[in-house]
Structure formats: C-alpha cells, structure tokens
C-alpha cells in the first residue's frame, strides 16, 4: 500500500517534480514526462521511452546519454496520451528522426502509433518497436502479441546505444528489433500491488504460494503453485527460458534479475546465485548481467529473469557506455546542461477564420456543452456498465475528457478560431486529459474529422458524412478492431452507413443524423448478445454477455443528444 503521498490524482506529478529536482544535471521536466538536460551529439537519433508509471527506474531513470533521449509518464499503469508522446517526441528530435519504444500494451501501441502519425504530418519522421519478452503472455509462434515486461532495459539500452553509434534511424529500429527477438523474460510474484490511495490491492497471493507467470501492472501470474527453495526458484526460472533458446545461439547471454518491488536486494542476490550456477551449468556466458529493481510494480513482491542471446553486435552494444540517473555504464561521456523542456502542451495557433465558420464554431461549444452534462448525468451508469468485464473507468474517462475539450473549444472561439480548428483543438484536449482506450479513439477521431472541415465555408451535407468517415477511419486503423468485437464501433458503423444513406437520399444533414442516431442506439443495445474480442471486456469474455459494450452505449447517447441540437 501507498503511505506517501498527498493525493492520488497528483501522485505521479509530484514523484516527477522530486526525481528531476534530485538529477537536474540529467533530467528535465517537459509537458508529457522528462527529458535528458544534457547536450547531444548533433544529428543524432532521438530515443524516446515511456509508458505508464509506477514501475520506477522505468522509465524517467533512463534518460541520458548512452540511453534515452527523453521518457513519456503516463499515469500509474495506464498509457501515456498520445499528446503526451507528441510532445516529449518533439522536444528532443533534432532532425534525425525518432525512435520509440515500449512495453507491448494495447493502450500504449494505439497512442504511441497516433504520435507516430502526428509527428509524420509534420515531416518528423518516428517509428517505435514494442517489446515482446513476457514468455507467459502469449506462445512464442504469436510473438507479437507478448507483453514487455524487464525486456525493456535490454530494447532500450542497446537502441540507446545504436544511436549514440551513429546510426540513422533505420539501422537503430534494426538494432532494436534485433535485441527484441533475442530477449526473453519469466517471472514470478509473491504479492500483489497496492494503487496509490486505493485500500485494496489489485491482486494477492494466497499465503505460501506465489503466482507464476506475473504481469507488471498487477496482473497475477497465471497459474499458482506453492512457494519453493532458492535453487528450485532459480531452476524454474532458467528452465522455462532455455525452452526457447534460439537455433544457433552463440551461448553468450546478457541476464537481467529483476525484482518488481517488494522483494529485497539480498533475497535478488540469493536467487541470482542460483541462477548464474545454472546459466554456466547450461555451458553459457554470461556478460554484465544486472541484478536489482530495475521494472517494478509499485509494491508488488516478486522477481523475474531475462535473458538476451547475443551476438557481435548486441554484445558491443549492451557493453557500450551509458550515464543515466538509474543505470551507468562506463566512462560517462563529457556533456554540458541544455534546455529542451517545456511546461504546457504546445499551443495551436488559429489561423484567419469566417464570420460564418466562427458562428458555427459557437454552436459547436454548445453542443460539446450539452454532451457535457450529458455525460455528467451519465457517468456512474457508464462505470457500472463498465464495470462488469471492463475496469469501470469508462465514465470518468468520458466526462474528463469531454471537459477538457470543453475547454479548449471555449478558449479557441475566444481566440476567434473557426469550426475545424475548434473541433480539432477539442479533439486534442479529449485525447489528452480522457485516459483510456476509448479517451484515445474520441479525441483523436474528434480531430481527425476536422480535418474533413475548414475555417472558412458553411460545410455542406457531404462533408458532414466525410467528417464522420475520416473519425471512424481513423478509430478503425489505429483500434483494429472490426465490427461486432462488441466495441464502439458496433454504433460508429452503422451510423456512419446510415448517415451517408440518407444524405445520398437527399435528406436535410439534421434529419439524416437523427435517424442515423436512432440506428446507432438500436446496434448499441443489440452488442449485449455480442462476446467481447478486443480491449480489456475480452478477458472477462462470459460476464459480460447480456450486457451491452459501454463504449458503443455512451457513444449512442452522444450522437443522440448532438442530433437534438442539430435539429
Ligand atoms: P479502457 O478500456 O482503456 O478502460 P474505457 O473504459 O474508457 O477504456 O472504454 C472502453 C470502451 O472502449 C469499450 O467499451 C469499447 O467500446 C471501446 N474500445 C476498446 N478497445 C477498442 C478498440 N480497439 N477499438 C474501438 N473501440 C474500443
Ligand atoms: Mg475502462
């Protein structure tokens, strides 16, 4: 349990401010997370880390030379927006490129790959590489579909270290992509771990066992089974990674021994003991290994092991020098303190706009003003809803969201902004402030289709429906998913088909979208008969049968309460 801290909700803004006040001389605050305050090499690739927090020295501690370039924190355990990344990403490119990389997490790989395609708009290139080490999450033939878990040193270290080489962007995502398949991580957890200002941990572990198979965001292990000496530990560990060591493998591996937390120091060395006895028994080489608290849970107690086959050039790079508050390696290279930070999200500039498109831009405050207190009204039957195979956030992370774009919209029509920039600066404050799987795919679909609109004319019925169709574009590419996975897009589609039906038909844009509201309702309801195949329900596939998909609930009452205004 957390016992330090004033308020939950400020808990990992004031961790941030302590840690850059204590390493000034490595880090810097910047809106979205941290950045290195030392110089770089010029024209060298940016590396920007992240995730989550409450897994401390992940990922803030890595920054500085050797390392990352700059690391995005999220809240505890939940992906960094995508704003957030944009941002950090931006501060530290210097025209090479940046390269990204991260624990393989749904809500980090949607974020991280709407940045991506934020940063292309403004010709900075980006291309991240998720880590997949977590052998317990899925079967090696899906390797993709892995968590990262300690895995992430390893990726990010060597990456770090390709950069500081010299390599341009291409040989750095090689470089990656290269130490990600070599690395391979197993653990184990004997207790679970407690969200700050929460009173009940996410998980426990009944006394005497321990959860094998564990997750870093409180995930319990998959299967459990009492607790065992050092030696049969360190075995099971070693033993489940020599499983997929691969064909033609030099024998040479980097060891990591990770502890999540609350496990101590000396219990790490003892086991390490164990497993380094069984490493060489195997006839290997281990080089450098790491042993301590380097990917922790909050105050999760337990331990895992990663081992990185190497060769040549991965032995080179994970030897190569690093100087970052939590992990240094070698002679620390001569640098001198640099700015690069700043404290707000970068504000967007409103070009010239119409009397016409501001009075619309009008409206479409008071119709976000609606949806608000819609959403207000709303909020507990959405946790509820969500609640019942999800995490129950949803909501919370609807009305955070639709507030902070209520926000924005109110300051851009101030600032006399017309309709596609009030609607798009809308956008960007939802996707940042909501959190959430759903946060993401509303704020930046909201700013998608403002790209189908302008400061200028009055739009007409077509594109209104373009507008609609590059948002469901846009949710569609970046969730994957398809219709009837029994997610939000069980309502988006039909209402788009519906929408664009009426209006060919030669219906008003108000008419066409009221009864396209109507058709989203009716779908909405009908995803209770439906099994959830993605987001978090999918897990908890059997409890939610007979209960409709949450996001595709609340976005029916959306389009609802939007189409009583239009009419
Ligand atoms: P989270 O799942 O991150 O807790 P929310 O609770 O706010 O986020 O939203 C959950 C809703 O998000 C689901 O009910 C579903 O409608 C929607 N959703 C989840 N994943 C996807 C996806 N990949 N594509 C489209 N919608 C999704
Ligand atoms: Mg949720």
Redesign the pocket.
């Known amino acids: 349990m957390t016992k330090v801290l004033n308020t939950a909700d400020s808990f990992t803004d004031d961790a941030v401010d302590g840690l850059v006040s204590i390493y000034p001389h490595y880090l810097e605050k910047t809106y979205g997370g941290v950045v290195s305050s030392r110089s770089t090499r010029p024209g060298k690739v940016a590396v920007v880390i992240g995730g989550g927090s409450g897994h401390y020295p992940a990922f803030a501690g890595w920054v500085g030379p050797g390392l990352a370039d700059g690391a995005v924190v999220g809240n505890i355990f939940a992906s960094p927006s995508t704003q957030q990344i944009y941002a950090v990403a931006k501060a530290v490119d210097d025209g090479a490129g940046v390269f990204m990389s991260y624990g393989n997490y ?2 980090d790989v ?1 974020n991280f790959n709407l940045a991506e395609e934020q940063l292309g708009e403004e010709d900075i290139r980006a291309v991240s590489v998720p880590v997949t080490d977590d052998v317990s999450s899925a079967k090696l033939e899906e390797r993709a579909k892995r968590r990262g878990v300690a895995g992430d040193l390893m990726v990010f270290k060597i990456a770090g270290a390709a950069a500081e080489r010299g390599d341009d962007l291409d040989g750095v995502i090689a470089a990656a992509k290269k130490v990600n398949d070599a690395t391979y991580s197993f653990g184990v957890a004997f207790a679970g771990c407690t969200l700050p200002g929460a009173e009940q941990p996410l998980f426990t572990v009944p006394e005497g066992q321990m959860g094998v198979g564990l997750g870093v965001h409180g995930e319990p292990g998959v299967a459990e089974v009492p607790l065992e000496p050092a030696a049969d530990l360190a075995k099971r560990l070693v033993d489940r990674l020599l499983e997929e060591r691969p064909e033609g493998s030099s024998g040479r591996v980097a060891a990591l021994l990770n502890g999540l937390g609350g496990t101590k120091y000396e219990e790490l060395f003892v086991l390490w003991n164990d497993v380094r006895k069984l490493l060489e028994g195997a006839g290997l080489t281990i080089v450098a290994p790491e042993v301590g608290e380097l990917i922790t849970s909050l105050d999760m107690a337990g331990v895992s092991l990663t081992l990185t086959w190497l060769d040549d050039e991965l032995e080179e790079l994970w030897l190569a020098p690093a100087d970052t508050p939590a992990f240094r390696r070698g002679a620390a290279p001569e640098v001198r303190t640099v700015h690069r930070g700043i404290s707000e999200a970068a504000q967007q500039e409103f070009g010239e706009a119409s009397s016409d498109s501001r009075e619309l831009a009008g409206e479409l405050l008071a119709t976000l003003e609606v949806v608000a207190t819609l959403l207000h009204d709303k909020e507990s039957e959405l946790g509820d809803l ?1 609640a019942i195979a ?5 909501g919370r ?2 009305t955070k969201g639709c507030d902070a774009a209520l926000a924005a919209a109110r300051a851009a029509v101030d600032g006399g902004a017309g309709l596609s920039s009030t609607l798009s600066a809308a956008g960007v404050a939802w996707a940042d402030k ?6 993401a ?1 509303w704020g930046n679909g909201l700013r998608q289709a403002a790209t189908a609109l302008d400061d200028e004319s009055r739009p007409g019925a077509e594109q209104g429906v373009a507008a609609v169709q590059a948002a469901l574009d846009l ?2 590419t ?4 398809q219709r009837h ?6 309502a988006l589609i039909p209402f788009g088909e519906s929408l664009q039906q009426s209006v060919g038909e030669g219906r008003s844009f108000a008419e066409a979208w009221s009864s396209a509201a109507e058709v989203a309702t009716t779908e909405a309801q009908a995803t209770a008969d439906l099994a ?1 195949k ?4 999918r897990v908890l596939s059997d409890r939610s049968q007979g209960h409709p ?4 609930i ?2 029916a009452m959306i389009v609802t309460a939007v189409g009583e205004r239009l009419g």
């Not at 999800?390 to 949803?394: A, M, Y």
């Not at 909501?434 to 946060?439: E, K, L, N, Y």
């Not at 998909?549 to 595709?552: C, L, Q, S, T, V």
């Open positions: 749904a809500g949607l969500d999800g995490d129950g956030d949803h992370g609807m909501a959190g959430g799987t759903s946060g795919l949710v569609t970046f969730g994957k998913a996975d029994k997610t939000l897009l069980d959830p993605i987001g978090r329900a998909d949450p996001g595709a609340s976005l």
